[in-house]
């Protein structure tokens, strides 16, 4: 997959970007990173890309002469792409990122994520974006770390980015529900034993006491994920089972 990023800041992804899986996955030739600085289009002197908002306000405006240039630069330089892409503006007012995104995200061979910044964009630059994507109710400076965020969950939806391919489907938001719990060696630490079942070899038990406790987690702390799962008839059974012993604890 091919991701370009038009940014004011490329140097901020270096971090991310340069380290662990992600880098690996750009060693194999998995993920082929570019960075637009859409400041190098700027047509004046000084290089501005934005300006005060027209009727007055607070903050700069990005202005939309740079981006539409900076975009369609990367539009012509990877016309062969042109029907298996998606253009990303990060915005409030997007569809919110899940783990339904990312994989959605995945099936392209081609991210282009526009990272914002200041008091926002000009209106008209909207209309460069196939899809506006949120990552949540809350403020940021930029486009720029809802874009690192974008690009880890998706990249890790594509073969060959992991380990192990069988390593996504067990995260959680996966398959909606959240993860089951996680332990490695030693046996017991500080009196905290691994539960039995994990260390029996019986590969059908393992999988069941790991799809009861994923359910189990989701019922606790994020039970309005429930309705959205597949669940089967064994899981019904064990979350009704599980309704009545909250019913009596409270």
């Given at each position: ?6 940014t ?6 270096t ?10 996955a750009a ?9 637009t600085?859409?400041?190098a ?6 290089r501005h890309v ?12 990005l202005?939309?002469e ?12 990877t016309e062969?792409?042109?029907?298996r892409r998606?253009?990303i503006?990060?915005?409030?007012a997007?569809?919110v ?14 991210l ?11 209106a ?10 949120s ?7 930029g486009?720029?770390i809802p ?9 890790r ?5 992991l380990?192990?391919d069988t390593?996504a489907p ?10 089951y719990p996680?332990y490695?060696r ?18 059908a038990a ?22 959205r799962a ?5 899981d019904?059974?064990?979350l ?9 604890e409270?």
């Amino acid at each position: 997959m091919r991701i370009d990023l038009v940014t004011l800041f490329p140097e901020m992804f270096t971090g991310v970007f340069g380290t662990s899986i992600l880098k690996r996955a750009a060693e194999r030739g998995v993920l082929d990173i570019h960075y637009t600085n859409f400041r190098a289009y700027a047509t004046d002197k000084h290089r501005h890309v934005d300006d005060t908002p027209c009727g007055g306000g607070a903050g700069m405006v990005l202005k939309p002469e740079p981006i539409y240039a900076a975009v369609r630069d990367v539009w012509a330089t990877t016309e062969d792409l042109a029907e298996r892409r998606c253009t990303i503006i990060f915005d409030p007012a997007g569809e919110v990122f899940t783990q339904k995104t990312a994989k959605e995200l995945a099936s392209y061979e081609q991210l282009i994520l526009i990272c914002g910044h200041y008091e926002g964009f000009d209106a008209r630059i909207y209309e460069l974006a196939d899809r506006l994507i949120s990552v949540g109710d809350f403020v940021l400076t930029g486009g720029e770390i809802p874009a690192m965020l974008v690009v880890d969950a998706t990249a890790r939806m594509l073969p060959g980015v992991l380990g192990d391919d069988t390593s996504a489907p067990t995260d959680s938001f996966f398959d909606v529900l959240l993860s089951y719990p996680q332990y490695t060696r030693p046996r017991t630490f500080e009196g905290k034993a691994v539960p039995d079942v994990l260390l029996s070899g019986n590969h059908a038990a393992i999988a069941r006491w790991r799809r009861e406790q994923s359910l189990l987690a989701t019922l606790r702390h994020r039970p309005e994920l429930l309705p959205r799962a597949r669940l089967g008839a064994e899981d019904l059974m064990f979350l009704a089972k599980q309704d009545k012993v909250f019913l009596r604890e409270s």
